[in-house]
């Protein structure tokens, strides 16, 4: 068990019957009453984003864990599959299981699986993933205005804004926190 007050950005708790990973986490002393603390969790099973409020001093059971380093092989239709770099034993994922991860999985990518218990909750990705642009409007020269974007599809099928000097065949370095452009690579 693990009190409240001890939240960390990160950390991995079992609430409601639910594996959680906190989001945000803010301590709250009223000047009247008791304090208390406020925080955003995300559940690792269904990726759905809950605020709640504990009692200061409130205890929860701490999830435990495993990150295991594999490797993104192949999709086969809707099943994905990875590999332990160690073991080499191959773990099929299905495609519903990762939703917003597919943007950015290519072949013989590093990522881990988030595991619990033998349950296989998700996928870390790397901060940030290096994507070729596949379809793009030529930059305009002149058109220099400042902070201009356009839009660019990539390899994985993910469209985002970046800059006009961006053009086809471009390899990007995109975050994989919220999709969007950090630099060229």
């Known amino acids: 068990m693990i009190s409240v007050n001890d939240f960390k950005t990160g950390l991995t708790v079992e609430v409601d019957n639910g594996i959680w990973r906190v989001v945000e986490f803010q301590h709250v002393k009223p000047g009247k009453g008791a304090a208390f603390v406020?925080?955003?969790?995300?559940?690792?099973r269904t990726g759905a984003i809950q605020e709640k409020t504990f009692r200061a001093g409130e205890k929860v059971g701490r999830a435990?864990?495993?990150?295991?380093?594999?490797?993104?092989?192949?999709?086969?239709?809707?099943?994905?599959?990875?590999?332990?770099?160690?073991?080499?034993?191959?773990?099929?994922?299905?495609?519903?299981?990762?939703?917003?991860?597919l943007k950015y999985l290519q072949e013989n990518m590093n990522v881990s699986l988030i595991m619990y218990e033998g349950?296989?909750?998700?996928?870390?990705?790397?901060?940030?993933?290096?994507?070729?642009?596949?379809?793009?409007?030529?930059?305009?020269?002149?058109d220099t205005a400042s902070g201009a974007t356009k839009s660019?599809?990539?390899?994985?099928?993910?469209?985002?804004?970046?800059?006009?000097?961006?053009?086809q065949d471009d390899v990007l370095i995109i975050s994989t926190d919220d999709g969007s452009y950090v630099s060229r690579a």
């Open 119 to 142: 349950e296989t909750l998700g996928v870390e990705l790397p901060k940030s993933v290096q994507l070729r642009v596949v379809e793009t409007e030529p930059g305009i020269k002149g």
């Open 64 to 101: 435990q864990i495993d990150n295991r380093k594999m490797q993104y092989l192949y999709a086969d239709g809707d099943t994905h599959v990875f590999m332990d770099n160690n073991t080499y034993d191959q773990v099929e994922l299905q495609a519903s299981a990762l939703k917003d991860e």
């Open 152 to 167: 660019a599809t990539l390899e994985t099928g993910l469209v985002l804004q970046v800059p006009l000097f961006v053009n």
């Open 38 to 44: 406020r925080s955003k969790l995300r559940n690792l």
